[in-house]
């Protein structure tokens, strides 16, 4: 009778505990994921060790294995801070601001980023923000026009940030996901917008 109970048991808890990592696996594979933010880039919008959620289903998450994505719900903005796996390096996920959409011609020049001609209408961290002219993509007086499937991404810290300026462009199909929520450390907790 004993032996019964304690085997019962055994298996309740074996089952609860199968059942929490799938729902886990589920929900940071296909809703939310916490990255760290591992160099100043993004500083002063994040500064190094900050730790973010990611939603992964807002822009239609991957499904693992496969490039297929779920629907999504809204299509990427101009100003989104964006989590994708970098073109350069694919084991490393970098995090950026969204500058400008496939078709958008993009130009630098004077330390303003020009879409189409025109200054950002975006958010006023990048209104505000010098951007050194560096790399093939980002050199002064050389406008590029981002193609079809793919985004032009800028890191805050315009003079210590290695983004579209140097590689190019961020393929759609490398998106992971829009940073949503600054977690930790506890003080500078935020819904990032």
């Known amino acids: 009778m004993i032996k019964e109970k304690?085997?019962?048991?055994?298996?309740?808890?074996?089952?609860?505990?199968?059942?929490?990592?799938i729902l886990a696996l589920l929900i940071r594979t296909f809703v939310i994921q916490a990255?760290?933010?591992?160099?100043g880039s993004m500083i002063p919008t994040f500064k190094i060790g900050d730790r973010i959620f990611v939603s992964k289903f807002?822009?239609?998450?991957?499904?693992?294995?496969?490039?297929?994505?779920?629907?999504?719900?809204?299509?990427?903005?101009?100003?989104?801070?964006?989590?994708?796996?970098?073109?350069?390096?694919?084991?490393?996920?970098?995090?950026?601001?969204?500058?400008?959409?496939?078709?958008?011609?993009?130009?630098?020049?004077s330390g303003n980023v020009l879409i189409n001609g025109k200054g950002i209408d975006g958010p006023d961290s990048v209104k505000s923000n010098y951007y050194y002219n560096r790399g093939d993509f980002g050199k002064e007086l050389a406008a590029v026009t981002v193609p079809t499937g793919f985004y032009?991404?800028?890191?805050?810290?315009?003079?210590?940030?290695?983004?579209?300026?140097?590689?190019?462009?961020?393929?759609?199909?490398?998106?992971?996901?829009?940073?949503?929520?600054?977690?930790?450390?506890?003080?500078?907790?935020?819904?990032i917008r």
Do not use: C, H, M
Request: hydrophobic content about 45%; charged content about 25%; cysteine-free.
């Open 152 to 191: 032009f991404a800028l890191g805050d810290n315009s003079a210590n940030s290695r983004d579209s300026r140097y590689w190019g462009f961020v393929p759609k199909k490398n998106l992971i996901g829009k940073a949503v929520l600054l977690y930790w450390p506890i003080q500078r907790i935020r819904v």
């Open 6 to 21: 304690v085997k019962t048991e055994i298996r309740e808890w074996t089952e609860s505990i199968i059942i929490a990592l």
């Open 58 to 109: 807002i822009y239609g998450a991957r499904i693992p294995f496969t490039d297929i994505r779920l629907p999504a719900f809204k299509a990427p903005q101009r100003g989104d801070i964006i989590v994708f796996v970098s073109p350069e390096t694919p084991k490393k996920d970098f995090v950026k601001r969204l500058i400008a959409l496939e078709g958008e011609t993009v130009e630098i020049k």
């Open 35 to 39: 990255f760290k933010i591992p160099s």
